[in-house]
């Protein structure tokens, strides 16, 4: 029987050390009005994106040219079944928005984890080895510094036909620069460390070191630096999108929107406005997440308990 007693008492107790981490996250996460703002912000935006086929009251490239330019549901003219109005073609505003998150979401969230990826194996070879490696590699992240990474995005968008995929690709070949430098920053700290140089004295071979001792140490600085990208390609892609140069039709992005209601600012506001306020709260969300983030992260600033 009190063996039984103290079974159940240890498996409480693993369970509540389980779930500890997770009730400290929260606890950190509430006691952050921003955080908290910011994470109801992206939960909702990846909610909408998730489930858009069943939150979208319309088809997004389904046109209506009887109902045209009509405006939000509470100025004179609009319609219940317009909630926040039409664009020159008698879309619905409000699903291509709806539909416009996921795009928005995939290309800022996959740019990122490509030029991440990309980034964190040059900054470990490069800071891990030194010498000739390291000068190589930091003289290859200084060309692609050189070059204008607008322009290059703008070359390649050019040469090949926008889509999601090729949107991903190139702008994640252009971001993965700034976690090079960073993460090469952080592994020339981390490796003269005591429990690194123990490890090599052990016969440990480098590619365990670089992977289970250095990469778990330098992973906080990736995910602030990551959460902020996510913010800076979203904006990008509405740029390029706004340009002409990004994602086309039938698909939906708020950049496309913009462009669409451009030449009809002065007399159909709507058109450009609400991506325009869907692209700022989406961005800002993330950034307020971000912040609390390297708060919670960062050791110099890290949030007391």
Not at 114 to 121: D, E, K, S
Not at 180 to 201: H, N, T, Y
Not at 209 to 223: D, E
């Amino acid at each position: 029987m009190e063996a039984e007693v103290k079974m159940s008492s240890e498996t409480t107790i693993s369970t509540a050390q389980r779930r500890k981490p997770w009730v400290r996250w929260i606890k950190l996460l509430l006691q952050s009005k921003t955080g908290t703002v910011g994470f109801l912000i992206v939960s909702l935006v990846i909610f909408v994106a998730i489930f858009a086929d069943v939150l979208a009251p319309h088809d997004p490239a389904s046109n209506n040219l009887g109902d045209m330019l009509k405006p939000p549901v509470w100025l004179d003219g609009g319609s219940q079944n317009y909630i926040l109005g039409t664009d020159n073609l008698g879309r619905d505003i409000l699903s291509r928005i709806i539909y416009g998150s996921r795009v928005s979401l995939l290309v800022g969230v996959f740019s990122v984890i490509l030029a991440g990826f990309i980034g964190i194996i040059i900054g470990l070879i490069s800071g891990y080895y030194g010498g000739v490696i390291d000068n190589l590699l930091m003289r290859i992240v200084d060309s692609f510094l050189a070059i204008p990474s607008i322009l290059f995005i703008l070359v390649v968008l050019a040469v090949f036909d926008p889509s999601i995929l090729v949107l991903i690709i190139v702008i994640g070949l252009t971001n993965w620069v700034t976690y090079a430098r960073v993460v090469r920053g952080e592994v020339l700290s981390i490796k003269e460390k005591e429990f690194v140089k123990a490890s090599k004295s052990i016969g440990t071979n480098s590619l365990t070191i670089m992977l289970q001792h250095i990469l778990p140490n330098i992973l906080s600085s990736f995910i602030v630096i990551s959460t902020l990208s996510v913010a800076t390609t979203i904006v990008l892609e509405a740029s390029l999108s706004f340009l002409g140069l990004g994602i086309q039709p039938p698909d939906v992005s708020w950049g496309g929107m913009l462009t669409d209601g451009r030449n009809y600012l002065a007399t159909n506001w709507w058109l450009a406005t609400f991506p325009g306020i869907a692209i700022t709260i989406t961005v800002l969300g993330i950034i307020f997440l971000g912040d609390w983030l390297r708060d919670v992260l960062d050791p110099r600033t890290q949030v007391k308990k």
